[in-house]
């Protein structure tokens, strides 16, 4: 009786189960962690209401602000406190950035560990929506985040971006569940940010005369056209609220000692020999550079930093640390001083002795500090969290010594490189060679003791500028590419080779539905 009773159980379950169409699952990027399809679906519509519970307001509006782009509705969806529709909460018991969408045929909640998984979700179900166009199939998706920092940079010194062309390039890598966009706002080829007590780094260092034209490697001829821009403090405001709605939060970066010509030709004083330097005009790397000697320099540099913590909220803040040459230090009086002074036996550890003491009165500040990996030379505090660009091995090393990583090695997470073998049709670009599948396919991991591996906060790309001239050409290195990397960012364990092609097919639809531009070469089986 028992057997026959499960016999029947089994025959039902199988009857029910081909009698039930469920949808095929939705191709999301970055992969969740977990998807469940059910009967059914719920129809997104222009009008669809989405219920704020919680205080996610802003999360919500987004959300409405993107579907009625989508939509190309009169009216953004409407945010309310009561009724039907979309729900947005959040619950404690998931993780900060994770969530939960629950898609019913008759309601759809969105629940997050904070506002910013709410955000997250929001996100998913925003792919899904524009696959579907609004029918939305039932389903149960959790979700949370492999990486805490995840980061994309955006050079604005070699070529300057408007306001706006800022505010969409946070549109993009929030799309992407990235969390943090790292600002590089000043180098040799224009200071771009407000800074009230130093005006002339602004009137005079955010312009240079013209441009090399053709590669850095090969200086020849220039463009004889002055090229400048940079934002005043208003701006900035503007840009890191608008990017904290997107759960973005901006990290400035100010470099030092190294990639600061264009402060010293508004400040000769700043340097060593202190004779006048132009904004420079070429790309590479500089033997001008700020002198580590003298007392002024610190105080501008303090002065500066006080002006950006108070613009910027983010707890760490970026002092540049690379590719700064010992030329001019060797040669200089206040240099040699300071060394003897201090007991300092190289001009590495002088840079180390300029990086701690700016550490230091960041702390002050309540903030940290991050540095490129060349802020190990000198010496660098345990508490200093390391960008490792030179190689994966550098930020193994790092995080053996117990500080925080962030891993961007060169041959990976250069999206200024070019993205095919042959080059073919992609213009003139700084070199290198890095695809989708590269990136795709590449363990953040390798080499790490299983120790250091909680030291390994995050993963960034980086799009330096000096040959991407225009937002189209921007974003055209930065996708599709983003979208692997932020499979390593978000889905580190999640990643499948088989199925990424066909989800990619789908994430260009939804690149094409919000006009992003992207390279071809993957969709067109270059490598
Ligand atoms: C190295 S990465 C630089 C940048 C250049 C970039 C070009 C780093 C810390 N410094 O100044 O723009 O190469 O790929």
């Known amino acids: 009786m028992k057997r026959l009773f499960t016999m029947f159980m089994v025959l039902t379950m199988a009857l029910t189960i081909s009698a039930t169409s469920f949808a095929a699952e939705p191709h999301i990027i970055p992969q969740p962690s977990y998807i469940e399809m059910h009967e059914g679906e719920f129809l997104v519509t222009p009008k669809t209401k989405i219920v704020v519970y919680d205080d996610a307001w802003d999360a919500a509006e987004v959300f409405a602000a993107d579907m009625q782009m989508f939509f190309d509705s009169k009216k953004p969806m409407p945010c309310v406190k009561r009724g039907s529709g979309i729900k947005v909460r959040t619950d404690n018991n998931i993780p900060a950035e994770g969530y939960e969408l629950y898609v019913q045929s008759h309601e759809i909640f969105v629940t997050g560990g904070s506002e910013a998984g709410i955000f997250y979700g929001l996100q998913t179900l925003r792919q899904i929506i524009v696959a579907n166009n609004g029918a939305v199939p039932c389903c149960f998706i959790a979700d949370e985040p492999s990486f805490a920092y995840r980061g994309v940079h955006m050079d604005v010194c070699r070529h300057f971006f408007t306001v706006d062309e800022v505010k969409r390039y946070i549109d993009i890598i929030a799309a992407h569940k990235v969390n943090r966009l790292h600002w590089h706002l000043t180098d040799d080829q224009g200071w771009r940010i407000e800074i009230k007590r130093y005006p002339e780094l602004t009137t005079k260092g955010s312009m240079r005369k013209e441009t090399l034209i053709g590669h850095g490697l090969n200086p020849e001829q220039w463009d004889g056209t002055p090229y400048g821009g940079f934002y005043t403090q208003d701006e900035v405001r503007d840009i890191v609220a608008y990017a904290q709605k997107r759960c973005v939060t901006i990290i400035p970066e100010i470099e030092m000692p190294g990639h600061a010509q264009a402060a010293l030709h508004a400040y000769p004083w700043l340097g060593c020999h202190e004779q006048i330097v132009d904004v420079w005009t070429t790309w590479g790397v500089t033997p001008e550079v ?172 980086n799009v330096w500028s000096e040959y991407l001239k225009t937002m189209p050409m921007l974003e055209a290195q930065l996708l599709p590419r983003l979208a692997a990397m932020c499979e390593v960012q978000w889905a580190v364990d999640r990643r499948n080779e088989e199925t990424i092609r066909q989800k990619m097919e789908t994430f260009r639809k939804f690149y094409d539905a919000n006009g992003w531009n992207y390279a071809p070469y993957y969709f067109e089986g270059r490598r």
């Open 290 to 461: 700020l002198c580590a000697g003298k007392e002024t320099t610190y105080e501008f540099l303090e002065n500066v930093l006080a002006e950006v913590v108070e613009l910027f909220p983010s707890e760490i803040i970026h002092i540049g640390g690379d590719e700064c040459p010992k030329d001019r230090w060797k040669e200089c009086e206040h240099c040699q001083a300071k060394m003897k002074a201090e007991g300092l036996e190289s001009e590495e550890e002088l840079q180390g002795y300029l990086v701690a003491r700016i550490e230091k009165y960041l702390n002050s500040k309540g903030r940290r500090i991050i540095g490129w990996d060349e802020i190990l030379e000198g010496g660098v505090t345990p508490t200093a969290t390391v960008m490792a660009w030179r190689g994966a091995k550098i930020g193994a090393y790092a995080a053996e010594r117990g500080n925080e990583v962030v891993m961007t090695p060169l041959p990976i997470c250069y999206f200024d490189f070019y993205q095919t073998e042959s080059r073919e049709g992609e213009g003139l670009r700084i070199g290198g060679h890095i695809n989708f599948e590269k990136v795709y396919g590449w363990d953040p991991y390798e080499g790490i003791t299983d120790e250091a591996r909680k030291n390994i906060i995050g993963v960034q790309c």
